[in-house]
């Protein structure tokens, strides 16, 4: 029953994973140790929340951040009003900035999206000055982003057909030694991966499930494909398999692995565009 993700309503990504986001972006950005007045691109920029992140903590003269969504872009520039920040069109193997233009190259949660991580590691070389970082992080889907974890597991015991869907299973980049090799092999140095873990409580189920129906994303693409009754069954199923506290909230963990390279230069033979 795989289906294509869907991207566009930016409340309804924030409501589903934007406010949970934002507390590892904070961890991430402060990680990167970045000097003020550095430039950033934000990759994959979503709703804007790692833009803010990076506006409100690390003095950046600038964030370029772009998007290949335009109601994301469109969500972003409303979001977040601050000068320093221009939105654009834009995607990790196609990115509309000259060579070496770049002090910090970040994404939050766009890694495993990428259709060929390593020819958009190689494209973020080019913008990256030597001596600049490369990053990002991704949720650990297999076990520690408990929301979605929680939701396959309840789907793949009404249907073991949803695992083809199960992003634990589709996105095998999103763990430790795939994230490091793959920034190995892109060139980079000094390469080093951590876990990031945040807290994520949800006042009731009401406010866990309404995301899964709003068809943005992986799991709420899934769930909204689903017929009525099979829907049903999947709340329910999801629902009982929940640790609820007393008064009905319930609160559950979020692991994101982050990963960091330091580059030395576009790679030996890498085509340059001075006129982008």
Do not use: K
Request: hydrophobic share 45%; aromatic share 8%; proline share 8%.
């Amino acid at each position: 029953m795989s289906g294509t993700d869907a991207w566009t309503d930016g409340e309804d990504y924030e409501a589903y994973i934007g406010r949970w986001s934002r507390p590892v972006g904070q961890v991430f950005v402060t990680w990167l140790q970045a000097a003020p007045g550095a430039t950033w691109l934000d990759v994959g920029c979503g709703t804007g929340a790692l833009t803010a992140t990076i506006l409100e903590m690390a003095a950046p003269a600038r964030v370029i951040a772009i998007d290949p969504s335009e109601a994301f872009v469109g969500h972003a520039r409303g979001a977040v009003s601050d000068p320093r920040a221009r939105f654009a069109l834009g995607s990790a193997d196609d990115v509309p900035v000259p060579d070496a233009a770049i002090d910090v190259a970040a994404s939050g949660l766009v890694l495993n999206f990428v259709p060929n991580l390593a020819v958009a590691l190689t494209e973020l070389r080019r913008v990256v000055v030597p001596g600049g970082t490369i990053a990002g992080y991704v949720w650990d889907y297999a076990a520690g982003m408990e929301l979605i974890r929680r939701f396959w597991d309840a789907a793949i015991a009404l249907d073991p057909a949803a695992a083809l869907d199960d992003e634990g299973a589709r996105f095998p980049i999103c763990a430790p030694d795939p994230l490091r090799a793959a920034f190995v092999e892109a060139g980079l140095r000094d390469v080093d991966v951590r876990p990031i873990d945040v807290p994520t409580t949800f006042r009731d189920f009401d406010d866990l499930w309404a995301p899964f129906v709003s068809g943005v994303g992986p799991a709420p693409g899934y769930a909204v494909r689903l017929e009525a009754s099979r829907r049903e069954a999947l709340r329910e199923r999801l629902r009982t398999t929940l640790p609820t506290e007393a008064d009905g909230s319930i609160r559950l963990g979020a692991r994101a692995w982050a990963v960091r390279g330091t580059t030395d230069g576009p790679a030996p033979g890498l085509r340059t565009d001075p006129r982008r």
